[in-house]
């Protein structure tokens, strides 16, 4: 009788081990992705937003021009803009049960990661359309603020 317990108790023991690697596996691993990304996303805004800055023009104009971009980071920025796109994507349907896990885990509102997103793959179209650098940092501000990174 001692023995069943005892066995018992070691199949229980492997039972909630198991349980609690699946959990991790399933929730936990993907959240901690998405806040990965979310993280890199804040990096790369701060990274490349000295590539649209303005020009301190030495004369006193009204209208302050464009920095001359050297093409090579512009394409280097919108490339990574479309990457972190498609992670910030990825990441975010990797999460099941999202709704719940938003409020768990304190992550941003599912129209908010899918508005940076889409925010983020206008940025590095727009780099090359208008690369007027008011309208890249208003994008900026609205990423940072709908995944709250500010």
Do not use: C, W
């Not at 004369?59 to 093409?71: L, M, R, V, Y």
């Not at 359309?129 to 990423?143: C, D, G, N, Q």
């Amino acid at each position: 009788m001692e023995i069943a317990i005892l066995i018992y108790l070691i199949l229980a023991g492997i039972f909630i081990y198991v349980l609690g690697e699946v959990v991790i596996k399933i929730m936990i691993d993907p959240v901690q992705e998405l806040k990965r990304v979310i993280a890199e996303i804040a990096f790369k805004l701060i990274h490349y937003s000295h590539v649209f800055k303005l020009s301190t023009a030495d004369n006193s104009s009204a209208a302050t021009p464009e920095k001359e971009i050297d093409a090579e980071k512009l394409e280097e920025a919108a490339n990574e803009y479309r990457r972190l796109a498609s992670l910030l994507n990825a990441a975010f349907r990797l999460v099941p049960f999202y709704g719940l896990t938003r409020i768990v885990f304190a992550l941003p509102k599912e129209a908010d990661i899918i508005s940076a997103r889409n925010a983020l793959m206008d940025m590095s179209e727009e780099i090359f359309t208008t690369p007027k650098s008011f309208v890249i940092s208003e994008k900026r501000k609205s990423i940072e603020m709908m995944l709250k990174v500010i």
